[in-house]
């Protein structure tokens, strides 16, 4: 019989064997597009701060100003002594930010996720999911002990029939991700909400990726939306969740909902109860960063511009990404080892994007995960590029075995 050591180590030489190991690498500078990493310089084309506000001199006085108010952690969780008058100020703001009655802030957004749901479900319940919500999600449903199914990536006719197989229930819940976190992709949130109504289904989006990208004021996927002419509000759409480590370039995440649904996640879920709050500097941070996000509508055209000219450059150099119009860019090259090599090249050139692997993404297609900044500029996309084309060998040579 193998000792315990003896099987973390059978596991772990597994995953190497399959180009599956992943190891952490040392940031010795801020996250700005521009970093230094193991005592490199490298160009940065993987990080999530997408409206480049992480570093921004007024979030950082924000957070200064913070420490020196409250100090640096929150000592308790919210429910004992933890919750400051700068988490009730940020979940005030976040409330009118999103257009609902109340927020509810957390410590992560897989804290949010996994909280919200096992909090909201129990076996007598059913859950739906896109195969391609991210893992927090999928971690909730499962952990939430209802029924759990998934239908394909964006297939609404396969929901609309699985949805239709035990019609006039009302223990029925659709989630979904906003943006799809590796392809870049939207839902098709006006789809899933007038599924929820004909099945009489509740329907959870998480925006992670959405929050500060899409919409003129950066209201994510439902802005995008309504823009659009759809009609979204807290009753077809009940429990809207955000994070922000991604365009607002702090840390921690959010629920908003109407007031039942807070006060009873206040309640009863155990990841909210049983966590330490999040710093109240960040918090204040966050306030700055929201209303900075909402004000300065030029990041948005900036990561437009970029997004358009990389996709169009790309195109030219015969590259297929996935179909993106976020900073999310996905070029698949199918098999591990490929994706570890082509980034590999690309940091030697100095550029930094990492390769994406399964279990992040399903077996098969493994890829480069480029993300965009605001405060990238046209120079560095170039500098990009030109590191793309230097390996374009090997990536129309795995392209073309990935989709042959």
């Given at each position: 019989m193998k000792t315990f050591s003896q099987q973390l180590k059978v596991a772990l030489t597994e995953r190497q064997s399959q180009d599956l190991y992943r190891n952490r690498r040392s940031l010795e500078s801020p996250q700005t597009t521009t970093i230094i990493m193991d005592g490199k310089k490298l160009l940065n084309f993987c990080s999530n701060d997408y409206l480049g506000l992480a570093s921004h001199p007024e979030v950082i006085r924000a957070c200064r100003n913070g420490l020196d108010k409250y100090g640096v952690g929150s000592g308790?969780?919210?429910?004992?002594?933890?919750?400051?008058?700068?988490?009730?100020?940020?979940?005030?703001?976040?409330?009118?930010?999103?257009?609902r009655s109340r927020a509810l802030l957390f410590s992560s957004g897989y804290l949010a996720n996994v909280g919200t749901l096992t909090a909201l479900l129990d076996k007598k319940d059913r859950v739906f999911e896109d195969k391609l919500n991210h893992a927090s999600l999928l971690d909730g449903g499962l952990f939430s002990g209802a029924r759990f199914q998934r239908y394909s990536h964006l297939d609404t006719e396969r929901l609309d029939r699985m949805l239709g197989k035990n019609p006039g229930t009302n223990d029925s819940f659709i989630v979904s991700d906003g943006i799809f976190?590796?392809?870049?992709?939207?839902?098709?949130?006006?789809?899933?909400i007038a599924l929820g109504k004909k099945h009489h289904a509740q329907l959870m989006l998480d925006d992670a990726h959405g929050f500060g990208v899409l919409g003129k004021q950066g209201g994510g996927s439902v802005e995008h939306f309504r823009e659009q002419g759809a009609v979204i509000d807290e009753q077809n759409l009940p429990i809207l969740i955000g994070t922000l480590g991604k365009a607002?370039?702090?840390?921690?995440?959010?629920?908003?909902?109407?007031?039942?649904?807070?006060?009873?996640?206040?309640?009863?879920?155990?990841?909210?109860?049983?966590?330490?709050?999040?710093?109240?500097?960040?918090?204040?941070?966050?306030?700055?960063?929201?209303?900075?996000?909402?004000?300065?509508?030029?990041?948005?055209?900036?990561?437009?511009?970029?997004?358009?000219?990389?996709?169009?450059?790309?195109?030219e150099l015969g590259f297929t990404l996935t179909d993106s119009f976020t900073p999310i860019q996905g070029l698949i090259l199918g098999d591990a080892r490929t994706a570890i090599q082509a980034s590999q090249m690309l940091e030697a050139e100095g550029v930094y994007v990492s390769a994406i692997r399964p279990p992040t993404v399903p077996a098969g297609t493994a890829r480069l995960r480029f993300t965009f900044s605001?405060?990238?500029?046209?120079?560095?996309?170039?500098?990009?590029?030109?590191?793309?084309?230097?390996?374009?060998?090997?990536?129309?040579?795995?392209?073309?075995?990935?989709?042959?």
């Open positions: 308790a969780s919210h429910l004992v002594v933890g919750h400051s008058h700068a988490h009730h100020a940020l979940e005030e703001e976040l409330a009118a930010f999103t257009g976190s590796m392809d870049g992709d939207c839902a098709a949130l006006p789809e899933l607002f370039g702090t840390q921690g995440a959010f629920v908003s909902g109407s007031e039942e649904l807070i006060e009873y996640l206040i309640q009863f879920c155990r990841p909210y109860i049983y966590t330490t709050a999040l710093s109240p500097a960040l918090a204040e941070a966050t306030r700055c960063s929201l209303k900075l996000l909402q004000q300065e509508q030029w990041r948005r055209e900036k990561l437009q511009s970029l997004i358009k000219k990389f996709r169009r450059c790309c195109e605001a405060e990238h500029s046209d120079e560095q996309l170039q500098f990009l590029l030109a590191a793309l084309e230097k390996i374009q060998p090997l990536i129309q040579m795995e392209t073309k075995h990935a989709t042959g």
